[in-house]
């Protein structure tokens, strides 16, 4: 807590001063570029990825980055969904998983998940994730490389459930909202983004923000 406690002092004495002015903007609304939907990992820092400042983004974490579908869960993904879309009008959705995601490991080994009963229950929205490494990567015998593709197809996965809620659904129809889906190796820095006409993740320097589609391949790993 004293760190915590300390960074706050710093916050107030250096760093507000200097954006005081965005501070004060901000207190008339916000206007975010983006809804980036992430993992609750903590070594996962989407302003920092992004260099972005306050009310550049609006965040969703969870554990696994995971969008259940409309009208499953009552919670607080359906309703911040619909508030970035509907009422803030983003015009970009980014979903971002990212390497040695421990969701992502427990989804690939429940027996890791003993005693964690809140988190099998929610993993239980990533079971079409699940069903795709077992069904079609049985080639994938290094588990870094099984992890990593997991990773890649929750994204997809839960792109495809973010298209079941009614307003990111209108949005894309009309063409006022973009889907896109990141995934972020922490240890490296890098960013990859999945470009649908190579049908794989690239990095996200070649991949130019192309955003998903309606219709989708499976990466290739």
């Given at each position: 807590m004293?760190?915590?406690?300390?960074?706050?002092?710093?916050?107030?004495?250096?760093?507000?001063?200097?954006e005081?002015?965005?501070?004060?903007?901000?207190?008339?609304?916000?206007?975010?570029?983006?809804?980036?939907?992430?993992?609750?990992?903590?070594?996962?820092?989407?302003?920092?990825?992004?260099?972005?400042?306050?009310?550049?983004?609006?965040?969703?974490?969870?554990?696994?980055?995971?969008?259940?579908?409309?009208?499953?869960?009552?919670?607080g993904?359906?309703?911040?969904?619909?508030?970035?879309?509907?009422?803030?009008?983003?015009?970009?959705?980014?979903?971002?998983?990212?390497?040695?995601?421990?969701?992502?490991?427990?989804l690939?080994?429940?027996?890791?998940?003993?005693?964690?009963?809140?988190v099998?229950?929610?993993?239980?929205?990533?079971?079409?994730?699940?069903?795709?490494?077992?069904?079609?990567?049985?080639h994938?015998?290094?588990?870094?490389?099984?992890?990593?593709?997991?990773?890649?197809?929750?994204?997809?996965?839960?792109?495809?459930?973010?298209?079941?809620?009614?307003?990111?659904?209108?949005?894309?129809?009309?063409?006022?909202?973009?889907?896109?889906?990141?995934?972020?190796?922490?240890?490296?820095?890098?960013?990859?983004?999945?470009?649908?006409?190579?049908?794989?993740?690239?990095?996200?320097?070649?991949a130019?923000?192309?955003?998903?589609?309606?219709?989708?391949?499976?990466?290739?790993?």
């Open positions: 004293q760190k915590l406690i300390e960074g706050i002092h710093h916050f107030q004495q250096t760093i507000f001063d200097t005081k002015h965005l501070f004060e903007r901000l207190a008339h609304g916000q206007q975010p570029l983006a809804l980036f939907i992430t993992c609750s990992d903590s070594r996962i820092d989407p302003s920092l990825l992004t260099q972005t400042k306050p009310g550049e983004l609006f965040i969703l974490r969870n554990a696994g980055n995971i969008v259940p579908p409309s009208g499953v869960v009552s919670g993904e359906a309703a911040t969904i619909e508030y970035a879309v509907t009422v803030l009008k983003v015009k970009d959705i980014i979903i971002c998983g990212h390497s040695l995601c421990g969701a992502m490991d427990g690939l080994h429940p027996d890791r998940l003993h005693g964690l009963d809140a099998q229950a929610w993993l239980t929205h990533a079971r079409a994730t699940a069903r795709i490494i077992e069904e079609n990567y049985g994938v015998a290094n588990e870094k490389d099984r992890l990593t593709a997991t990773v890649e197809e929750n994204v997809l996965v839960q792109i495809e459930s973010l298209r079941t809620h009614p307003s990111a659904a209108a949005a894309v129809s009309r063409g006022d909202l973009k889907l896109h889906g990141w995934t972020y190796e922490f240890e490296t820095g890098r960013v990859f983004a999945y470009e649908p006409v190579q049908g794989q993740f690239v990095p996200v320097t070649h130019a923000g192309t955003p998903i589609p309606t219709t989708q391949r499976m990466p290739a790993i």
